[in-house]
């Protein structure tokens, strides 16, 4: 029986359509979910050209193939990021289990890294800014992370940390039998929905004209929701709390996630500075045309 103050894990199958042997679950669909809706929106956001001003703009077709470039660095880099970051000993001791993502071991930062390395070498590939692809990437990003901490929770994944005495705590069927924080719910409001808004506002007040502004509050603002979180979710067990430990002067230890932000937060934060110094927005070439067309070809503005 769960204590008086929790609330019970609510009954949800993990697997949200079944066709035949054909079992879609709840977290594949959430990636679905995610680059589709940022998909929708990127194209949206590269038809007006008011947003753009002199930076040259994806055109629909760009966005498509885009499309394709971040889902395999998401994939590939969230990964190997698991893997490196997070228990890169068990997976020296059975290399195998490197290819077995079906199992789970997902690590954002490392799919942003691999996101932002897929966004570069397309940009390049197709002589569109660097830093204003990864502007749009950063408008469109917390859809994804919306859902997909939506999906953890349904999965009963990533619980929070123990919280007796909170009453709106639950108590997780992985987690034993005490009350914890839903820190899920916690990232998917934060990282997810108030970031998306705050984004949203920030695009269409000062839309992608000073290249890797929106890139840059993007990181810093993920940097902060993140840590802030961090302090509610239980660290993975095969790491626990790499400085400190919970209920200590650090204010509950500090973990992995932590550690990662802070040089999120320092990229984000040189990249707001650059932007706003407009060394990010080279002037364009001779016979480039400086309102930009989106075209997907022609000299780059990188």
């Known amino acids: 029986m769960p204590p008086l103050l929790a609330l019970p894990f609510p009954a949800i199958d993990p697997v949200a359509v079944a066709i035949g042997p054909l079992a879609i679950k709840w977290y594949a669909l959430a990636y679905i979910v995610g680059?589709?809706?940022?998909?929708?929106?990127?194209?949206?956001?590269?038809?007006?050209?008011?947003?753009?001003?002199?930076?040259?703009?994806?055109?629909?077709?760009?966005?498509?193939?885009?499309?394709?470039?971040?889902?395999?660095?998401?994939?590939?880099?969230?990964?190997?990021?698991?893997?490196?970051?997070?228990?890169?000993?068990?997976?020296?001791?059975?290399?195998?289990?490197?290819?077995?993502?079906?199992?789970?071991?997902?690590?954002?930062?490392?799919?942003?890294?691999?996101?932002?390395?897929?966004?570069?070498?397309?940009?390049?590939?197709?002589?569109?800014?660097?830093?204003?692809?990864?502007?749009?990437?950063?408008?469109?990003?917390?859809i994804g992370l919306f859902f997909g901490r939506i999906a953890n929770f349904v999965n009963g994944e990533l619980w929070g940390r123990p919280a007796p005495e909170f009453p709106y705590a639950v108590v997780f069927p992985n987690g034993g039998p005490v009350p914890r924080h839903p820190s899920q719910l916690y990232e998917a409001a934060t990282e997810g929905a108030i970031l998306f808004v705050v984004m949203a506002f920030a695009a269409r007040r000062v839309g992608f004209r000073r290249p890797g502004l929106l890139g840059g509050l993007f990181v810093l603002g993920y940097a902060i929701a993140r840590t802030a979180c961090e302090f509610f979710r239980e660290p993975d067990p095969q790491l626990g709390f790499l400085f400190g430990s919970e209920g200590s002067v650090l204010g509950g230890g500090i973990t992995m996630g932590m550690l990662l932000c802070l040089p999120m937060a320092v990229v984000g934060l040189v990249f707001i500075v650059r932007a706003l110094r407009g060394s990010t927005r080279p002037l364009p070439r001779r016979g480039e045309d400086p309102a930009g067309s989106g075209a997907s070809s022609g000299a780059s503005s990188a």
């Open 35 to 142: 680059l589709v809706g940022g998909w929708f929106y990127a194209k949206r956001l590269a038809a007006s050209p008011s947003l753009w001003g002199a930076v040259r703009r994806p055109s629909a077709a760009d966005i498509d193939d885009l499309i394709v470039w971040v889902a395999l660095g998401v994939v590939l880099g969230g990964r190997v990021g698991y893997v490196l970051f997070y228990n890169l000993s068990a997976y020296l001791a059975n290399p195998s289990e490197i290819l077995a993502i079906w199992r789970g071991g997902m690590s954002f930062h490392g799919g942003f890294l691999g996101a932002v390395l897929a966004l570069v070498l397309f940009a390049r590939a197709r002589g569109l800014n660097p830093y204003a692809m990864l502007d749009l990437a950063a408008v469109v990003v917390p």
